[in-house]
């Protein structure tokens, strides 16, 4: 008698690109673990691989097309093998992709993720079947809520609270590849948060590219002040804000809602006004201090993070001086720093006056080294203060210690009893570093200091 031992199909997932895409991944993780597949680490051992990509600047694009360029071999050796195009790219270029790339399958934008499935099982192994319209964003009536998500971490969770973008930044492909802007019904965010509280998350972040415009009958707000009474979750917070619609009643609601962390992502992008007509961003630098400043006073002790590019065509050493100053008089927690990208498709690309390679270059290191500093002056302030840690399990950098991170998302490394990721510690910060903070549990300070009275 013949007897086939049946090994479950394995399937790779390679993530490009921002937290909307790594969340977009864990969706399709969770229709790849309906579909029968687990998942492997080792695109070799996969019987399935899908790239799920990003287009925000060249780099990433090269990135993901090196790594294309690398199945080529492994699909000769294994023809059974399927790959999968996903994300910004393939909403963006569409068939191209399987015209310059036979050995891939499927092909199909972040407003198509449902149909993995489908493709599956339409397509017998080997056929081409990456023949899906992209842009058809009609399947995003059902609800996130009816997917199934395989999440990577098992207390903090991302939640889509909104698809696409409307603002056409004019550097940025985003309104192109992920379609206009579209609010998912409170309701359905609500179900999910209320299911992620019973599995034990404690933390979650609500995803959308301009938070603020959230629209439903009850709005941002509204939806935040919702989530703050579900029993369970301890922490939420959101990106991205944009400058332009930052609310006063935003502000309230970081000041009044005890689960709404004190750290918002605020991007700038640059410190000139005149480069932010030309990025048509909608604010004026002066506009951004004014909110920037109201924040601060408000909230005492809130992190402000942002976003900055180098090197828009145009930008001249003075604008490029703006920005220094900008970061100087913000005195931001961290930032993201890119050099300007030409995108096509966007308007910045057929813009004039473009700056050299060398200059970008050099400005980055410039706005950096200038970071760096300031990081490390706002982390010293934190010495010798004490701060709720919310524990993710063991530290990866700093053996026999614990991590996890401040309200104000800085990562602390530390010392004590309590373990369980989840759990949420008062740490006493004792040093601080760039990229991170030491300290040690209150509790087991005190028994330390008791332990000590004893001996003497
Ligand atoms: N929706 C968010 C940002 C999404 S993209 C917002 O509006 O703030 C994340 C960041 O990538 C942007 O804030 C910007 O700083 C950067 N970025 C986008 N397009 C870029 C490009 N063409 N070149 C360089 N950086 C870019
Ligand atoms: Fe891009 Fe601007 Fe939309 Fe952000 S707000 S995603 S930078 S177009
Ligand atoms: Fe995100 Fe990149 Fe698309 S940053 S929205 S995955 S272009």
Known sequence: MLNFKMTPKKAYIH???????MHDSEKMAGILLNEGYTLTDAPQDADIIVFNTCSIRQKAEQKFRSELGRTKSLKKEKPFLRIAVAGCIAQQQGRGIIKNNPQVDYVFGPQNLQRLGDMIRAGGPGVLTGDIPVGDSTLREISDSDLPVLRKDAIRAWVSIMYGCNNF??????????GREKSRPAGSIYEEIRKLASAGFKEVTLLGQNVNSYKSEIGFGGLLRQIDAIEGIERIRFVTSHPRDFSEDLIECIKELPKVCEHIHLPLQSGS?????GMNRGYTYEDYMRKADKLIKKIPGIAITTDIITGFPSETVDDHASTMMAL???????????????????KAAVMDEKVPDSVKSQRLAEILELQDEIT???NKALEGTMQEVLIEGASKTDKGKITGRTR????VNFSGNKVSPGQIADVSIVKAMRHSLVGIDSQREEELMFKDKDFR
């Open 169 to 178: 930044c004019s550097y940025c492909v985003v309104p192109y590849t992920r």
């Open 408 to 411: 104000t998302n800085k990562i």
């Open 376 to 378: 490390l002056k706002k």
């Open 328 to 346: 100087r008089a913000v005195e931001f927690d961290g930032i993201f720093a890119f050099k300007f990208s030409s995108r096509p498709g966007t």
């Open 273 to 277: 006004s005149r480069i932010l007509k």
């Open 15 to 21: 993530t490009f690109g921002c937290q909307m895409n």
